[in-house]
Nanobody
Framework: VQLVESGGGLVQPGGSLRLSCAAS????????MSWYRQAPGKERELVAG????????NYADSMKGRFTISRDNAKNTVYLQMNSLKSEDTAVYFC??????????WGQGTQVTVSS
């Protein structure tokens, strides 16, 4: 099982990034997918989640209207489009898969730094 995040980097405040998480080794369409983030010295927090076929999406309050989660089950990939980025969005972003029989997987994370 692998979850491989990509798309992180350095961006100026107000800019955009699109994160991707490519999944392999499990039946992607049977898993709810989420993005979490962890800033230095802080606990990991939920950013956004999407149900197995994309019918349900949820966002942390501070991300609503700025971030969009989506998935492509044909490509076994989940995305996080991040717009209007702020310095407080700086964190390591993790992909999470949660599925049948309480199975759960995590990616290794990708760094997002918002700074001028």
């Amino acid at each position: 099982v692998q979850l491989v995040e990509s798309g992180g980097g350095l961006v100026q405040p107000g800019g955009s990034l699109r994160l991707s998480c490519a999944a392999s080794g499990f039946t992607f369409s049977t898993y709810d997918m989420s993005w979490y983030r962890q800033a230095p010295g802080k606990e990991r927090e939920l950013v956004a989640g999407i149900s197995r076929f994309g019918a349900t999406r949820n966002y942390a309050d501070s991300m609503k209207g700025r971030f969009t989660i989506s998935r492509d089950n044909a490509k076994n990939t989940v995305y996080l489009q991040m717009n209007s980025l702020k310095s407080e969005d700086t964190a390591v972003y993790f992909c999470n898969a949660r599925g049948p029989y309480s199975s759960e997987y995590w990616g290794q994370g990708t760094q997002v730094t918002v700074s001028s």
